[in-house]
C-alpha cells in the first residue's frame, strides 16, 4: 500500500462560520493484501469522500446490501456509519479521500444530496476530476489555515454533489433529467431555467416531473439548480478580478443585494466576506 497524507492546519472561526472543516486529507494505493476481506468494520465521526479513480472493489455499510464499486465512483460516508471497502481479487484500487465536518455537509444531508441511499455515486470519467484532488493536495500543501482548504474543497463538494445524476436505487439514466440537469447549466448567467416551463414543455406536470428529477438526482429541481449557481458563484469569487456586482449579473442577478442574500444563505456568508476571507489568507 502506498499512502500520501496531508498535514491539515487544525479548523479556525472562520472555517466554522463557513460551515465546513478538513480534518484530512490525502491519497492512497492499495493492493490485494489490502483487499475487501482483510478491511475490518470502521466507524467515522465526522462526513468522508473516497472517490476510486482506478481500479474495482467492493463496499458495504452495515444494514445496506454489499456493492460493487469502480474507477468514477464515489463513496459518501456519514458520521457513526459503520461501513467497510476494499479492492476485489484483482488488487487494484487507487482513491483519493477527504473527512470533514461542519454545518455545510449536514445542509446537503438535509437537502437529499447526501444520506441515505447515496452512499455510492456513480460519477464516471474519473480523471476529469483528478486535476481538482491534485489541486487540493497542493492546497493542503501550501495553507497556512485551515480556511484555505475548506474553501476550495467547499467548491469541488458542490461540484461533486453537482455532477451526481443518478440515485443509488437507479442505474438507468433518465435522458429527460440529464437534458433538464444540461439545461440548468446553460442558463446559469442566461435565461433562467424554469422548471414548471420545463414540465410542460415535456408534457408533464410539474409534480410528476419534480418527482422524476429528485429519484434521478436525489434533489428538487429548484434545490438543485440553487446548490449549482452557488458552487459557480464560489468558483467565480475565488477571481480576484471581477467585483461581486460583475459576478451577480455574469449569474443572471439583476439585483446584487439580492444575488447576497442567495449566497449568504448557501454559504453562511457574504460575498464580499467570501473573498475577503479567502484573499487575506494568501491564497494563491
Same mark, same amino acid.
Given at each position: 500500500?502506498?499512502?500520501?497524507?496531508?498535514? @491539515?492546519?487544525?479548523?479556525?472561526? =472562520?472555517?466554522? &462560520?463557513? %460551515?465546513?472543516?478538513? *480534518? #484530512? +486529507?490525502?491519497?492512497?494505493?492499495?493492493?490485494?493484501?489490502?483487499?475487501?476481506?482483510?478491511?475490518?468494520?470502521?466507524?467515522?465521526?465526522?462526513?468522508?469522500?473516497?472517490?476510486?479513480?482506478?481500479?474495482?472493489?467492493?463496499?458495504?455499510?452495515?444494514?445496506?446490501?454489499?456493492?460493487?464499486?469502480?474507477?468514477?465512483?464515489? @463513496?459518501?460516508?456519514?458520521?457513526? =456509519?459503520?461501513? &467497510?471497502? %476494499?479492492?476485489?481479487? *484483482? #488488487? +487494484?484500487?487507487?482513491?483519493?479521500?477527504?473527512?470533514?465536518?461542519?454545518?455545510?455537509?449536514?445542509?446537503?444531508?438535509?437537502?437529499?444530496?447526501?444520506?441515505?441511499?447515496?452512499?455510492?455515486?456513480?460519477?464516471?470519467?474519473?480523471?476529469?476530476?483528478?486535476?481538482?484532488?491534485?489541486?487540493?493536495?497542493?492546497?493542503?500543501?501550501?495553507?497556512?489555515?485551515?480556511?484555505?482548504?475548506?474553501?476550495?474543497?467547499?467548491?469541488?463538494?458542490?461540484?461533486?454533489?453537482?455532477?451526481?445524476?443518478?440515485?443509488?436505487?437507479?442505474?438507468?439514466?433518465?435522458?429527460?433529467?440529464?437534458?433538464?440537469?444540461?439545461?440548468?447549466?446553460?442558463?446559469?448567467?442566461?435565461?433562467?431555467?424554469?422548471?414548471?416551463?420545463?414540465?410542460?414543455?415535456?408534457?408533464?406536470?410539474?409534480?410528476?416531473?419534480?418527482?422524476?428529477?429528485?429519484?434521478?438526482?436525489?434533489?428538487?429541481?429548484?434545490?438543485?439548480?440553487?446548490?449549482?449557481?452557488?458552487?459557480?458563484?464560489?468558483?467565480?469569487?475565488?477571481?480576484?478580478?471581477?467585483?461581486?456586482?460583475?459576478?451577480?449579473?455574469?449569474?443572471?442577478?439583476?439585483?446584487?443585494?439580492?444575488?447576497?442574500?442567495?449566497?449568504?444563505?448557501?454559504?453562511?456568508?457574504?460575498?464580499?466576506?467570501?473573498?475577503?476571507?479567502?484573499?487575506?489568507?494568501?491564497?494563491?
Amino acid at each position: 500500500m502506498t499512502a500520501d497524507f496531508n498535514r @491539515i492546519p487544525p479548523p479556525c472561526a =472562520l472555517c466554522v &462560520r463557513l %460551515g465546513l472543516s478538513i *480534518e #484530512g +486529507l490525502g491519497r492512497m494505493t492499495k493492493g490485494r493484501s489490502q483487499g475487501y476481506a482483510a478491511f475490518p468494520e470502521r466507524t467515522l465521526q465526522s462526513f468522508a469522500l473516497v472517490h476510486l479513480v482506478e481500479g474495482r472493489g467492493r463496499f458495504r455499510a452495515r444494514g445496506g446490501e454489499e456493492r460493487a464499486v469502480e474507477a468514477g465512483d464515489l @463513496i459518501a460516508l456519514l458520521p457513526g =456509519l459503520p461501513h &467497510r471497502y %476494499g479492492p476485489d481479487e *484483482e #488488487g +487494484l484500487w487507487k482513491e483519493y479521500w477527504c473527512i470533514f465536518s461542519g454545518r455545510v455537509p449536514n445542509d446537503y444531508v438535509a437537502s437529499g444530496l447526501l444520506g441515505a441511499g447515496r452512499s455510492v455515486m456513480r460519477l464516471g470519467q474519473a480523471e476529469s476530476y483528478v486535476p481538482a484532488w491534485e489541486s487540493l493536495l497542493a492546497c493542503a500543501d501550501d495553507a497556512r489555515e485551515n480556511v484555505d482548504l475548506s474553501i476550495r474543497f467547499g467548491a469541488f463538494l458542490a461540484r461533486l454533489l453537482a455532477d451526481n445524476a443518478s440515485s443509488v436505487s437507479s442505474q438507468a439514466v433518465d435522458e429527460l433529467v440529464e437534458l433538464a440537469r444540461a439545461k440548468m447549466a446553460e442558463s446559469i448567467g442566461a435565461a433562467r431555467f424554469v422548471s414548471r416551463d420545463f414540465a410542460r414543455e415535456s408534457n408533464l406536470s410539474y409534480s410528476a416531473f419534480r418527482r422524476r428529477f429528485s429519484r434521478s438526482t436525489g434533489s428538487p429541481p429548484d434545490a438543485y439548480l440553487a446548490a449549482l449557481t452557488a458552487a459557480r458563484a464560489k468558483e467565480r469569487l475565488l477571481d480576484a478580478g471581477p467585483s461581486v456586482k460583475e459576478i451577480a449579473e455574469e449569474l443572471g442577478f439583476a439585483d446584487p443585494y439580492y444575488f447576497s442574500r442567495f449566497f449568504k444563505r448557501h454559504s453562511g456568508m457574504s460575498p464580499r466576506d467570501f473573498r475577503e476571507s479567502f484573499s487575506s489568507q494568501g491564497a494563491s
